[in-house]
Protein backbone atom coordinates (compact mmCIF):
# COMPACT_ATOMS: atom_id res chain seq x y z
CA UNK A 1 0.00 0.00 0.00
CA UNK A 2 1.13 3.51 -0.99
CA UNK A 3 2.26 5.69 1.41
CA UNK A 4 -0.60 8.76 2.63
CA UNK A 5 0.10 12.11 3.31
CA UNK A 6 -2.64 14.01 4.93
CA UNK A 7 -2.95 17.80 4.38
CA UNK A 8 -4.49 21.46 4.05
CA UNK A 9 -4.45 22.88 0.32
CA UNK A 10 -2.69 26.45 0.81
CA UNK A 11 -0.94 25.24 4.24
CA UNK A 12 2.81 25.99 3.57
CA UNK A 13 4.18 23.72 6.29
CA UNK A 14 2.04 20.36 4.44
CA UNK A 15 2.98 21.92 1.13
CA UNK A 16 6.71 20.81 2.10
CA UNK A 17 5.48 17.20 2.62
CA UNK A 18 3.75 16.88 -0.58
CA UNK A 19 6.27 18.45 -2.39
CA UNK A 20 9.34 16.64 -1.25
CA UNK A 21 7.38 13.53 -2.27
CA UNK A 22 6.12 15.05 -6.12
CA UNK A 23 9.62 16.05 -6.25
CA UNK A 24 11.10 12.39 -5.19
CA UNK A 25 8.89 10.95 -7.61
CA UNK A 26 7.04 8.52 -4.39
CA UNK A 27 4.37 6.71 -4.67
CA UNK A 28 1.51 8.12 -2.02
CA UNK A 29 -1.90 8.71 -2.27
CA UNK A 30 -2.96 12.75 -1.65
CA UNK A 31 -5.60 12.83 1.97
CA UNK A 32 -6.47 16.59 1.21
CA UNK A 33 -8.57 17.25 4.18
CA UNK A 34 -10.81 20.45 4.87
CA UNK A 35 -9.64 22.38 8.24
CA UNK A 36 -13.57 24.34 7.58
CA UNK A 37 -15.14 20.98 7.85
CA UNK A 38 -13.11 19.77 11.18
CA UNK A 39 -10.99 16.92 9.06
CA UNK A 40 -8.22 17.35 11.72
CA UNK A 41 -10.70 17.40 14.43
CA UNK A 42 -11.87 13.75 13.80
CA UNK A 43 -10.97 10.89 16.05
CA UNK A 44 -9.10 8.97 13.36
CA UNK A 45 -6.72 12.09 12.39
CA UNK A 46 -6.72 12.85 16.47
CA UNK A 47 -5.14 9.27 16.98
CA UNK A 48 -2.51 10.25 14.31
CA UNK A 49 -1.88 13.52 15.55
CA UNK A 50 -3.51 14.98 18.96
CA UNK A 51 -2.41 18.29 17.99
CA UNK A 52 -4.58 18.32 14.89
CA UNK A 53 -2.28 19.69 13.00
CA UNK A 54 -0.72 19.07 9.15
CA UNK A 55 0.82 16.99 7.47
CA UNK A 56 0.98 13.63 8.48
CA UNK A 57 2.19 10.88 6.94
CA UNK A 58 1.51 7.36 6.96
CA UNK A 59 3.38 4.39 5.90
CA UNK A 60 1.80 1.30 6.86
CA UNK A 61 1.81 1.24 10.41
CA UNK A 62 4.56 4.52 10.72
CA UNK A 63 3.14 7.72 11.42
CA UNK A 64 5.30 10.93 11.28
CA UNK A 65 4.62 14.26 11.76
CA UNK A 66 6.12 18.08 11.63
CA UNK A 67 7.38 18.74 8.22
CA UNK A 68 10.65 18.20 8.51
CA UNK A 69 10.27 14.91 10.29
CA UNK A 70 8.56 14.12 6.82
CA UNK A 71 11.11 14.72 4.71
CA UNK A 72 13.60 12.92 6.59
CA UNK A 73 11.74 9.90 6.94
CA UNK A 74 10.95 10.15 3.03
CA UNK A 75 14.76 10.90 2.75
CA UNK A 76 15.93 7.61 4.29
CA UNK A 77 12.81 6.13 2.67
CA UNK A 78 13.21 6.97 -0.66
CA UNK A 79 17.21 7.67 -0.99
CA UNK A 80 16.96 9.29 -4.44
CA UNK A 81 17.58 12.08 -5.48
CA UNK A 82 18.91 12.56 -2.16
CA UNK A 83 17.03 15.89 -0.18
CA UNK A 84 19.65 15.74 2.85
CA UNK A 85 23.66 15.75 0.95
CA UNK A 86 25.56 13.03 0.78
CA UNK A 87 28.07 13.76 2.85
CA UNK A 88 27.89 14.96 6.81
CA UNK A 89 28.99 18.87 5.83
CA UNK A 90 26.12 18.91 3.19
CA UNK A 91 23.34 17.41 5.88
CA UNK A 92 24.77 19.55 8.72
CA UNK A 93 24.68 22.36 6.27
CA UNK A 94 21.02 21.66 4.95
CA UNK A 95 19.80 20.94 8.52
CA UNK A 96 21.12 24.61 9.60
CA UNK A 97 19.42 26.65 7.08
CA UNK A 98 15.51 24.55 7.42
CA UNK A 99 15.89 24.92 11.37
CA UNK A 100 17.17 28.75 10.81
CA UNK A 101 14.03 29.64 8.88
CA UNK A 102 11.67 27.53 11.42
CA UNK A 103 13.22 29.06 14.37
CA UNK A 104 14.01 32.90 13.77
CA UNK A 105 12.07 33.31 10.66
CA UNK A 106 8.89 31.60 10.08
CA UNK A 107 6.65 32.76 12.88
CA UNK A 108 7.22 36.31 11.35
CA UNK A 109 5.62 35.28 8.23
CA UNK A 110 2.87 33.57 9.62
CA UNK A 111 2.32 37.13 11.88
CA UNK A 112 2.46 39.17 8.78
CA UNK A 113 0.20 36.69 6.47
CA UNK A 114 -2.62 35.70 8.18
CA UNK A 115 -4.14 38.79 8.75
CA UNK A 116 -4.22 40.05 5.22
CA UNK A 117 -5.85 35.99 4.47
CA UNK A 118 -8.43 36.71 7.25
CA UNK A 119 -9.50 40.18 7.04
CA UNK A 120 -7.46 41.22 10.48
CA UNK A 121 -4.76 43.39 8.98
CA UNK A 122 -6.27 46.87 11.13
CA UNK A 123 -6.61 44.74 14.07
CA UNK A 124 -3.15 43.56 14.64
CA UNK A 125 -1.18 46.55 12.10
CA UNK A 126 1.10 47.08 14.85
CA UNK A 127 2.27 43.17 14.91
CA UNK A 128 2.41 43.00 11.25
CA UNK A 129 4.95 46.13 11.08
CA UNK A 130 7.15 44.21 13.20
CA UNK A 131 6.94 40.98 11.20
CA UNK A 132 7.30 43.12 7.91
CA UNK A 133 10.94 44.08 9.21
CA UNK A 134 12.08 40.90 10.08
CA UNK A 135 10.88 39.31 6.83
CA UNK A 136 12.34 42.29 5.21
CA UNK A 137 15.80 41.00 6.43
CA UNK A 138 15.03 37.54 6.09
CA UNK A 139 14.21 38.03 2.49
CA UNK A 140 17.45 39.97 1.75
CA UNK A 141 19.41 37.12 3.62
CA UNK A 142 17.90 34.66 0.60
CA UNK A 143 18.52 37.00 -1.66
CA UNK A 144 22.35 37.29 -0.99
CA UNK A 145 22.66 33.71 -1.07
CA UNK A 146 20.91 32.67 -4.01
CA UNK A 147 22.97 35.73 -5.72
CA UNK A 148 25.71 33.78 -5.19
CA UNK A 149 24.90 30.11 -5.84
CA UNK A 150 21.99 27.91 -7.35
CA UNK A 151 20.46 26.40 -4.51
CA UNK A 152 19.75 27.26 -0.83
CA UNK A 153 22.41 24.86 0.31
CA UNK A 154 25.07 24.60 -2.75
CA UNK A 155 24.60 23.49 -6.22
CA UNK A 156 21.55 21.02 -5.47
CA UNK A 157 17.94 21.21 -4.48
CA UNK A 158 17.61 19.69 -0.83
CA UNK A 159 15.57 19.96 1.98
CA UNK A 160 16.41 23.45 2.49
CA UNK A 161 14.53 25.18 -0.07
CA UNK A 162 11.64 22.71 0.30
CA UNK A 163 11.49 23.87 3.58
CA UNK A 164 11.54 27.80 2.67
CA UNK A 165 9.55 27.73 -1.02
CA UNK A 166 5.92 27.63 0.54
CA UNK A 167 6.64 30.62 2.77
CA UNK A 168 7.60 32.85 -0.19
CA UNK A 169 4.80 31.26 -1.94
CA UNK A 170 2.43 32.33 0.33
CA UNK A 171 3.51 35.70 1.46
CA UNK A 172 3.39 36.46 -2.61
CA UNK A 173 0.23 35.31 -2.74
CA UNK A 174 -0.58 37.63 0.41
CA UNK A 175 0.80 40.36 -0.98
CA UNK A 176 -1.56 40.32 -4.42
CA UNK A 177 -4.71 40.77 -2.43
CA UNK A 178 -6.58 43.61 -1.89
CA UNK A 179 -6.11 43.35 1.86
CA UNK A 180 -2.65 43.84 1.67
CA UNK A 181 -2.72 47.48 -0.28
CA UNK A 182 -2.68 49.57 2.83
CA UNK A 183 0.63 48.01 4.08
CA UNK A 184 3.77 49.13 2.76
CA UNK A 185 5.39 45.71 1.65
CA UNK A 186 7.64 46.49 -0.95
CA UNK A 187 7.29 42.86 -2.75
CA UNK A 188 5.58 43.59 -6.14
CA UNK A 189 6.89 43.03 -9.01
CA UNK A 190 8.69 39.90 -7.25
CA UNK A 191 11.23 39.87 -10.64
CA UNK A 192 12.39 43.73 -9.27
CA UNK A 193 12.54 43.74 -5.87
CA UNK A 194 14.29 40.42 -4.78
CA UNK A 195 15.77 39.13 -8.58
CA UNK A 196 17.59 36.21 -7.48
CA UNK A 197 14.74 34.74 -4.86
CA UNK A 198 12.45 35.17 -7.98
CA UNK A 199 14.72 33.12 -10.62
CA UNK A 200 15.19 30.18 -7.63
CA UNK A 201 11.56 30.51 -7.56
CA UNK A 202 11.04 29.98 -11.19
CA UNK A 203 13.68 27.31 -10.71
CA UNK A 204 11.60 25.41 -8.56
CA UNK A 205 8.34 25.97 -10.62
CA UNK A 206 10.02 24.21 -13.50
CA UNK A 207 10.89 21.00 -11.75
CA UNK A 208 8.76 17.74 -12.46
CA UNK A 209 6.19 16.97 -10.03
CA UNK A 210 6.17 20.57 -8.79
CA UNK A 211 2.27 20.85 -10.20
CA UNK A 212 1.34 17.73 -8.42
CA UNK A 213 1.82 19.65 -5.64
CA UNK A 214 0.40 23.11 -6.24
CA UNK A 215 -2.71 23.95 -3.80
CA UNK A 216 -5.70 22.73 -5.72
CA UNK A 217 -7.63 25.64 -4.11
CA UNK A 218 -4.98 28.00 -5.79
CA UNK A 219 -5.38 26.64 -8.86
CA UNK A 220 -9.47 26.51 -8.72
CA UNK A 221 -8.94 30.61 -8.02
CA UNK A 222 -6.95 31.14 -10.78
Not at 75 to 98: C, Q, S, V
Request: charged content about 25%.
Amino acid sequence: MALEIFWFSGSGFAWRAVLAAELKGVPYTSRLIEASAGDHRTPEFLAMNPRGKVPVLRDGDVVVTESMAILAYLDRRFPEPPLFGRTEEETARIWRIALDFDNNAAHHFTDLILPIFFGRVAERREQMDAALEAVRDELAALEATLSRSTWLAGDTLSAADIAVYPSIEVLLRAAGKPEAQPLDLRLLPFEKTHPALAAWRQRIQALPGYDGAYPPHWREAA
